[in-house]
């Protein structure tokens, strides 16, 4: 599911126009990107939360060259999942999953 599906379905739930919901979600990416600039964390209970973290500075290794290199410290972002996305996995079964997953990527 890609941003437009989501727009569709949400506007196909909610009975708002597909250019209103799209500028939602553009406005609350926006924020949520705002915010992690300024280093601070969003959290939509239930759903997700993200935050930046601080990586250090380590060694890695350049499998083309195939040698050492430093790599510099960074900062990332860790996003979470929260309980509802949670649940919406859980039943999934492996094995199932798997399967639709590889058929998928044969197309």
């Known amino acids: 599911m890609n941003k437009q599906d989501?727009?569709?379905a949400i506007a196909?739930?909610?009975?708002?126009t597909q250019i209103a919901v799209g500028k939602m979600l553009g406005s609350l990416?926006?924020?949520v990107v705002k915010a992690l600039e300024a280093g601070d964390k969003v959290q939509i209970?239930?759903?997700?939360?993200?935050k930046p973290v601080a990586r250090a500075a380590r060694k890695g290794y350049d499998p083309i060259k195939g040698e050492s290199?430093?790599?510099e410290p960074t900062v990332g972002v860790v996003v979470?999942?929260?309980e509802s996305l949670k649940k919406a996995v859980?039943?999934?079964n492996y094995e199932d999953y798997?399967?639709?997953k590889e058929e998928k990527e044969e197309k």
């Open 6 to 8: 989501i727009v569709r």
């Open 12 to 16: 196909g739930e909610t009975g708002l």
């Open 29 to 31: 990416e926006n924020q």
């Open 45 to 50: 209970t239930g759903f997700f939360t993200a």
């Open 69 to 71: 290199m430093e790599i």
């Open 80 to 82: 979470r999942a929260g």
């Open 90 to 92: 859980k039943l999934l």
């Open 98 to 100: 798997v399967t639709k």
